[in-house]
């Protein structure tokens, strides 16, 4: 198991803020500071880089399974992925980091539930601030989506292009505002348009990225509406994280209450779509067998011997 050390990460040139005394899981996984850190002027993204980001909380198992589903189902050379994880106690984090460990994903942990939307300032601002090639596009993807075809980052992407689109998701219905809107739990942004003062970042509590989009549409940005969950490209279990925090009793979550009502799947109400799950999750626990982080990189492609020694 990886072990944790503590040691001082020298100032970098974008986002000071986030340098300091960082503890750091050993190989491409990190415990970050969380301050915002704007997407850097400057140019220098790839228009063919795509990073994903996801926030994770005892959500062990499901996490492990978008990984794999992104590895072995997507087609998109040079996908990068970072997962935050808020403090879970159920094994995510050392699941990860050994998973991290082979190149599956890089992992940003942190010691409690800074909840979803600071866990994404918290990846999108390291992205931003550390150094080397920057990412054109950044895939937001709840914890409990799987990708099902290996065409959606092209697809999703050429609905950009064709709109001019700086943010690329599926409209849905939202009661609370009585508005129709992209979900988050598929969502891709430009963040050189984005990722700025005035538009982000996305807020604490339990709709997080209201404001973000609402401030983006004001901004005049494009957005392009791109069939994710309806036309198969991926599939949205639904409620996964409230699933966690009610089987756990976790009375201290700001959503328990929430979530004793609403922790079913509801896989978008996309006929078909729950039995395509089972079928990928059955598949996914086929290669993965006891999941480890050595069986998860395998099952994703990575052989045992991009994995560290004893470290």
Known sequence: MPRIERRAIPSTARGDRLAGSWRRLIGQ??????????????????RGRVAVVSVSYNTRELTGFLLWSLRRIVHWPGLEIVIVDNGSR???????????QAGVCALLANDVNRQHGPGLNQAISWLASRPGP????????????????????????????SESAALVGEPQWDPWHQIERFGLYSLLLDPAQVWRHGIGPFTDGGDPSFDLLSSAARSGLRLAAFPFTAEGHVIHRGRGSLAAVFAAGDRSHPLYDWAVGHHDP?????????????????????????????????ACGYPPDMLSADV
């Open 29 to 46: 996984n990190f415990r970050v500071a969380s301050d915002v850190v704007w997407w850097p002027r400057a140019p220098g993204a790839s």
């Open 266 to 298: 509801h896989f978008g109400e996309v006929p078909g779509a729950d039995q395509l799950y089972k079928a990928l999750l059955r598949e996914f626990r086929k290669e993965t067998a006891t999941l480890t982080g050595t069986s998860l990189a395998a």
């Open 90 to 100: 159920d094994g995510s984090a050392e699941l990860l980091a050994e998973a991290g």
């Open 134 to 161: 920057l990412p054109a596009w950044i895939w937001i993807l709840d914890s409990d989506i799987v990708a099902a075809r290996p065409d959606v980052l092209s697809a999703a992407l050429a609905a950009a292009d």
